[in-house]
């Protein structure tokens, strides 16, 4: 039998991932009730991955006999841009996410109000709401895995820019004329500190300078970039040089990064996560903190921001969206509120 008790304290979270679409039902204090998942299947195009992520967060309501008209609202979270409209911009990893009608085709699935963020967005703002963010007013994350995903929330409100495009923190320039990056431009911070940027380095050193690393056994074909962080973290921990100096270097320009972000933005907490970090957090962290010391003014500007490690892990980005639909149908319901009683 379905249940219908404290229908208004539940929400949806769901992160459709390239390979994955994981659904988490989640109450107003950031606790995961029940989760499922499907694979993403992006191939199969648009209204398909729609229909898998609307089918999750059926399941996940349903373990607990729950239903979707239980959930106050949904967020969903994608690897792409979400404009004004509800439509997505282009999603490297999905074809046909051009333009496609997100938050209308959600809510047709599901019957819910939906809400919509790019992942980097959600992540942060997970961890903002729920993670290591918690007591932060300005908060920077910084996810770096196979690229490097993150955003900034400020007082309560994701910095997106005019263009819904900003804080892109991957992408900004730390090596004017630098490795290239899979956005086509040269020099970004994701083409030195994310696992992609760093197999380039691993090529480097073993195909022109002949060294010797046991990432060559675990990747044979020498794409590095699918190396899993808990093989990097066991080499690390060896001593392997070329993973070490390699690692090091990412540590390095992360807190390029960093440096530059915490003189812009003066936020009080930055937090690191993601698969590279989850693994080898306590190695890197203090060589991004020194990296970023010595880049910002001591005294007056790099004492006050923390730099933390992320606490969500894999979650941070369905909790993420479930928040930013709390915090998005409050924002509306006050507004509607405050429209009716202008009204009187
Ligand atoms: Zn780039």
Known sequence: MAK??????LYG??????TKVLALLVDRNGSVVSASKRKTRGELGFRSVCERAA????EAAEIEGYQLENLAAIGIAVPCPVLPTGCTAPAPNLPGWKNAPLIRTMEELTGRPVYAENDGNAGVYGEYAFGAGKNAKTLLGLFVGTGIGGGLVYHGELVVGENR????????????????????????????????GMAR????????EGRKSAITQVCPDGNYAT????????????????????LQEGA??????????????????????????????????????????????PEASYRDSKINLALLGDHAVGLGAAAFAMHSLDR?????????KAGK
């Open 165 to 196: 495009m900003a804080a892109e923190v991957g992408h900004i320039i730390v090596q004017e004329g630098g490795r290239r990056c899979g956005c086509g431009h040269k020099g970004c911070l994701e083409a030195y500190a994310s696992k992609t």
């Open 332 to 340: 509306d319901t006050r507004k509607s509120k405050s429209k009716s």
């Open 252 to 297: 390095l320009y992360l807190g390029v990064g960093v440096a530059s972000f915490i003189t812009l933005f003066g936020p009080d907490m930055i937090v690191i996560g993601g698969g590279v970090f989850e693994a080898l957090g306590k190695e890197l962290l203090p060589s991004v903190k020194e990296s970023a010391r010595q880049r910002t003014w």
């Open 4 to 9: 219908n008790a404290s229908a208004n304290q």
């Open 227 to 246: 190396v899993k962080s808990s093989f990097l973290r066991e080499a690390y921990r060896s001593g392997d040089p070329v993973v070490v100096e390699t």
């Open 201 to 208: 380095r691993f090529s480097w050193e073993i195909i022109q």
């Open 55 to 58: 089918e999750a967060m059926r």
């Open 13 to 18: 979270g769901i992160d459709v991932g390239g």
